[in-house]
């Protein structure tokens, strides 16, 4: 992004509340952290513009993509931290709360892991043996800097079983509790997540308390269950967010927000979920803004936001944070799930790192909770 917009970005009047420039991690101060996820553009500030939004406006961060396993451990016994390194260092310096995502998924991870050296499919104590040196070196390097982490991505199938990932057919169910084993073990102060998408989905919500159940039972702490909340303007609704929210906080675990979005565009299917592998072929009438989002659809998307926040307000005790799944919406993954080249606009801030009419609405949220406040108060005030 070119001087120009970060000029705008900083002269822009964000009048939200009372003639202050809007921040949302000011506005969100007494109910949870507000984070975004960055990509090295960001951490190592060659996108200065988008750089200077993130510190403005975000009290944490994850990382998109430099601490996942092939990322971060590219080949067996070489570990590549460059990025990572300067992801950490961002946070570090802006004392922001660093989210480590993730550890454990079946995902953006090497064919070799799961396989022994003439290629063949490894066996449960080689793989268990690889899960806990990447754990031990990933986790332990960043020990008091990294506050929280996703141990286990994605476990579960839409039906609330575990998903026949190499994880699970190799070493077996008690993957998963070795992972939350481990991750404690290289470093005991870090929290220790869940983090999963469709978990508003009643019956993945029920797997993914009978996974929680018999970890604590095995005595792993999970400090919260990330959904990971690629939303659309119809799902999920109230009703199955707070279903989900109530089943883990029955739990004694937080609920987190960890990748929101919220996708305006049609759909090409009735999916809810984000299987990153999914694709469909482009056709134009699924993109039908690449020239700008109409007023009308802006309002529309303005306003599932608002709803969406109001319901994390109404949970707030229940919640520890609420991430964005990027910056900006020309940095969305969005432009290219499932779909790929198509104009998306999901997130607060548009191309020009310029705040939409949803970031009003997102603000707006907590001066409506401090309105009924100072409304209830006005006789001892
Ligand atoms: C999943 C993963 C993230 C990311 C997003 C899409 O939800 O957890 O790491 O890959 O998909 O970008």
């Excluded at 510190?55 to 990572?84: C, M, R, T, Y």
């Excluded at 390194?85 to 922001?96: A, E, I, L, Q």
């Excluded at 104590?125 to 991505?153: P, S």
């Excluded at 792993?220 to 109530?246: F, R």
Aim: aromatic residues 10%; contains cysteine; negative net charge.
């Amino acid at each position: 992004m070119k001087l120009t917009c970060l000029t705008a970005i900083l002269s822009v009047a964000w009048s939200a509340v009372g003639g202050a420039p809007a921040v949302l991690k000011d506005a969100f101060r007494k109910d949870f952290l507000i984070g975004a996820a960055l990509n090295s553009s960001h951490f190592c500030e060659t996108n200065s513009a988008e750089a200077t939004l993130v510190k403005q406006q975000f009290n944490s961060i994850s990382p998109e993509d430099v601490l996942k396993w092939e990322s971060v451990h590219p080949a067996p016994g070489k570990f590549n931290f460059s990025l990572a390194d300067r992801y950490v260092g961002f946070g570090v310096t802006n004392k922001m709360f660093i989210i480590g995502h993730n550890l454990i998924w079946h995902e953006q991870t090497p064919a070799w892991v799961f396989q022994d050296e003439a290629g063949n499919p490894a066996s449960r104590d080689l793989l268990l043996a690889r899960m806990r040196e990447h754990i031990f070196t990933v986790v332990g390097r960043y020990q008091g800097k990294i506050r929280g982490w996703d141990v286990v991505n994605e476990a579960l199938g839409s039906d609330g079983t575990l998903h026949p990932s190499p994880w699970l057919k190799i070493i077996g169910e008690d993957y998963v509790v070795k992972a939350y084993q481990f991750a404690h073990e290289a470093d005991p102060q870090a929290e220790l997540y869940y983090n999963d998408f469709g978990l508003e989905h009643a019956a993945k919500c029920a797997g993914a308390v009978v996974l929680l159940k018999k970890l604590q039972a095995q005595g792993v702490h999970i400090a919260a269950v990330g959904l990971q909340g690629h939303y659309n303007m119809i799902w999920p609704t109230e009703e199955d967010l707070t279903e989900s929210i109530k089943a883990f906080s029955t739990l004694g675990v937080k609920v987190s927000i960890t990748e929101l979005d919220v996708d305006v565009l049609p759909s090409a299917s009735n999916y809810t979920g984000a299987d990153i592998s999914l694709k469909f072929a482009a056709r134009a009438e699924l993109n039908p803004y690449p020239d700008g989002l109409p007023g009308a659809v802006q309002q529309q998307l303005a306003q599932r936001y608002a709803d969406l926040f109001n319901i994390f307000m109404k949970h707030r005790h229940e919640i520890q944070r609420v991430t964005f799944w990027g910056v900006t919406d020309g940095g969305s993954w969005l432009n290219n799930w499932p779909i790929r080249g198509r104009t998306s606009y999901p997130l607060l801030f548009d191309r020009n790192g310029q705040p939409k009419p949803a970031f009003e609405a997102v603000i707006h949220t907590t001066h409506a909770k401090k309105l009924t406040y100072t409304e209830s108060q006005t006789t001892t005030r």
